[in-house]
Nanobody, 123 residues
Framework: VQLQASGGGLVQAGGSLRLSCTAL????????VGWFRQAPGKEREFVAG????????YYSDSVKGRFTLSRDDAKNTVSLEMNNLKPEDTAVYYC?????????????????WGQGTLVTVSS
């Protein structure tokens, strides 16, 4: 599965962005999707995950209450709505997928990865 992450950009603190993860040439139906991010000089970290059916979501403590995952299988897209953004949210955001997967937080659980989209939050 080839994934494409999009929607990144520059936003002021307190603002919002919506990231999208789309599968190219294949459906995302029945795939769990996770979002991870990597800030300069830091390790990649889990942000949010949604299981293959969309019934279960899981968020890191740092984004809980601010970020919301949703999936639209008809549009072949999983979206990450990011509100009340903070400068510490600045990172390259990656989406990943795993067939029949849960809302995993471990990167090793995901088989397919997109190329990343840059989110920059200015103070």
């Amino acid at each position: 599965v080839q994934l494409q992450a999009s929607g990144g950009g520059l936003v002021q603190a307190g603002g919002s962005l919506r990231l999208s993860c789309t599968a190219l040439e294949r459906t995302l139906r029945n795939y769990a999707v996770g979002w991870f991010r990597q800030a300069p000089g830091k390790e990649r970290e889990f942000v949010a995950g949604i299981n293959w059916s969309g019934e279960s979501t899981y968020y890191s403590d740092s984004v809980k209450g601010r970020f919301t995952l949703s999936r639209d299988d008809a549009k072949n897209t999983v979206s990450l709505e990011m509100n009340n953004l903070k400068p510490e949210d600045t990172a390259v955001y990656y989406c990943a997928a795993d067939r029949w997967g849960g809302s995993y937080s471990a990167a090793s659980e995901y088989q397919y990865w997109g190329q990343g989209t840059l989110v920059t939050v200015s103070s």
